[in-house]
């Protein structure tokens, strides 16, 4: 069976990431760019950001791994002329599935609302992410200020720290999967006789639905303590926090009161036990003297020492791994994906979320700006003096 056509007007990493998912189980995914404009440099502007990889400037090392195994083409949108060929291509490639993430309020001028391209292919499935739907079409969005919006800055940092970012842009890839998800059961559904179905994510709808554990505490008169910033601690299971060793830090987690009575059964661990601290309410009561009292205990021994005993106890516990330790774990090493750059080097990316038979490990190295537009548009029956009188009018680059 022929693999599902992506064609998606794309940029910075939400979207990308979310048809790389796409490109990830073998999927074509077309990716659109803009036609140059003005001083700046074309198409997106994630293509100039990073380290150089070779000939060229546009496709630095932070453009690389969300865009490996797609195609490139350049299009002008602003222009009915540009719109009208979108149309001819979404028809002539048979185009199953259409994506962007341009602000709503630009759809209808560029040619891309639903309406505008099931005229060309009324069983389209479309699917965009912005930054707070249809309901505020002007708004533009970036991950950061979506985490400031949705809380997650208020409730990420130390007790007495300002708010903080995330380490990794969640929101962009949370927003990413929602649309990855939908996609699916969008396809799903018309598999079954079902319509073309119009997609929205919205950056700070689908962050939002993340705060399970906080935001229903507001019903409950929760304390101000229990929706705000905890460091490293969790704010109901105690202890869980990141605790020091003579040879660097362990974080640890103590989820139920069950393993309470485990880790205090270790004789490492023995002193911390008392009748207050049986249950974890109690160990509320006293969560600043058991992470004192903890940290005491942990400093005196190596890493591998206490985490032995912590395994022995079932305890669950590791070392604080940084990035270069998180590629080289048994566990992850065997499931990088790869891409290779135009010398022949080799570059890991990312394992897939979830192993999927016959899903790419290897993808071809991301575009070059506009590499595949004339191959796409002859593809899609255009003769070489139309493609070359396109390319003249400034329609495609």
Same mark, same amino acid.
């Given at each position: 069976?022929?693999?599902?056509?992506?064609?998606?007007?794309?940029?910075?990493?939400?979207?990308?990431?979310?048809?790389?998912?796409?490109?990830?189980?073998?999927?074509r995914v077309i990716r659109i760019e803009a036609t140059p404009a003005g001083e700046g440099l074309p198409g997106d502007p994630n293509r100039y950001i990073g380290a150089r990889i070779?000939?060229?400037?546009?496709?630095?090392?932070?453009?690389?791994?969300?865009?490996?195994?797609?195609?490139?083409?350049?299009?002008?949108?602003?222009?009915?002329?540009?719109?009208?060929?979108?149309?001819?291509?979404?028809?002539?490639?048979?185009?199953?599935?259409?994506?962007?993430?341009?602000?709503?309020?630009?759809?209808?001028?560029?040619?891309?609302?639903?309406?505008?391209?099931?005229?060309?292919?009324?069983?389209?499935?479309?699917?965009?992410?912005?930054?707070?739907?249809?309901?505020?079409?002007?708004?533009?969005?970036?991950?950061?200020?979506?985490?400031?919006?949705?809380?997650?800055?208020?409730?990420?940092?130390?007790?007495?720290?300002?708010?903080?970012?995330?380490?990794?842009?969640?929101?962009?890839?949370?927003?990413?999967?929602?649309?990855?998800?939908?996609?699916?059961?969008?396809?799903?559904?018309?598999?079954?006789?079902?319509?073309?179905r119009t997609i929205d994510v919205s950056m700070l709808q689908a962050a939002a639905s993340w705060l399970i554990t906080l935001l229903p505490l507001l019903d409950f008169d929760c304390?101000?303590?229990?929706?705000?910033?905890?460091?490293?601690?969790?704010?109901?299971?105690?202890?869980?926090?990141?605790?020091?060793?003579?040879?660097?830090?362990?974080?640890?987690?103590?989820?139920?009161?069950?393993?309470?009575?485990?880790?205090?059964?270790?004789?490492?661990?023995?002193?911390?036990?008392?009748?207050?601290?049986?249950?974890?309410?109690?160990?509320?009561?006293?969560?600043?003297?058991?992470?004192?009292?903890?940290?005491?205990?942990?400093?005196?021994?190596?890493?591998?020492?206490?985490?032995?005993? #912590?395994? *022995?106890?079932?305890?669950? /516990? $590791? +070392?604080?791994? &940084?990035? @270069? !330790? %998180?590629?080289?774990? =048994? #566990?992850? *090493?065997?499931?990088?994906? /790869? $891409? +290779?750059?135009? &010398?022949? @080097? !080799? %570059?890991?990316?990312? =394992? #897939?979320?979830?192993?999927?038979?016959? /899903?790419? +490990?290897?993808?071809?190295?991301?575009?070059?700006?506009?590499?595949?537009?004339?191959?796409?548009?002859?593809? /899609?029956?255009?003769?070489?003096?139309?493609?070359?009188?396109?390319?003249?009018?400034?329609?495609?680059?």
């Amino acid at each position: 069976m022929k693999p599902p056509t992506v064609l998606s007007l794309e940029q910075a990493l939400s979207l990308p990431y979310a048809t790389l998912r796409f490109a990830q189980l073998g999927w074509r995914v077309i990716r659109i760019e803009a036609t140059p404009a003005g001083e700046g440099l074309p198409g997106d502007p994630n293509r100039y950001i990073g380290a150089r990889i070779g000939a060229g400037d546009d496709r630095r090392s932070y453009f690389v791994a969300p865009n490996v195994g797609k195609q490139a083409i350049a299009l002008n949108l602003k222009e009915p002329r540009g719109q009208a060929l979108l149309g001819r291509l979404i028809d002539a490639l048979g185009v199953d599935v259409f994506c962007c993430n341009t602000v709503p309020a630009r759809y209808a001028s560029l040619g891309i609302a639903p309406e505008q391209l099931r005229a060309a292919r009324p069983a389209l499935i479309w699917a965009g992410i912005s930054a707070q739907g249809r309901a505020v079409p002007d708004a533009p969005g970036y991950d950061p200020v979506i985490q400031a919006m949705s809380g997650f800055m208020e409730v990420t940092g130390m007790r007495d720290g300002p708010p903080t970012l995330t380490g990794i842009p969640v929101i962009d890839l949370k927003a990413g999967d929602e649309l990855y998800a939908n996609v699916l059961l969008a396809l799903l559904a018309r598999a079954h006789g079902g319509p073309g179905r119009t997609i929205d994510v919205s950056m700070l709808q689908a962050a939002a639905s993340w705060l399970i554990t906080l935001l229903p505490l507001l019903d409950f008169d929760c304390r101000p303590d229990e929706i705000t910033r905890a460091g490293n601690e969790h704010r109901k299971f105690i202890p869980t926090n990141v605790y020091p060793v003579r040879d660097g830090f362990v974080y640890l987690a103590i989820g139920s009161d069950v393993q309470w009575r485990r880790l205090t059964a270790v004789p490492r661990f023995a002193p911390l036990a008392n009748e207050v601290r049986r249950t974890n309410e109690g160990r509320h009561a006293e969560r600043e003297s058991i992470h004192r009292e903890l940290a005491a205990i942990t400093l005196r021994a190596a890493a591998d020492e206490v985490l032995a005993d #912590l395994r *022995a106890a079932t305890i669950p /516990a $590791t +070392r604080i791994l &940084d990035i @270069r !330790q %998180v590629r080289e774990l =048994p #566990l992850l *090493a065997e499931r990088l994906t /790869a $891409t +290779r750059l135009p &010398d022949g @080097r !080799q %570059v890991h990316l990312p =394992p #897939l979320a979830v192993n999927a038979p016959g /899903a790419a +490990r290897e993808l071809a190295l991301a575009p070059r700006y506009g590499e595949h537009t004339d191959a796409v548009l002859a593809e /899609a029956g255009l003769a070489a003096e139309e493609i070359l009188s396109l390319r003249g009018a400034g329609i495609v680059a």
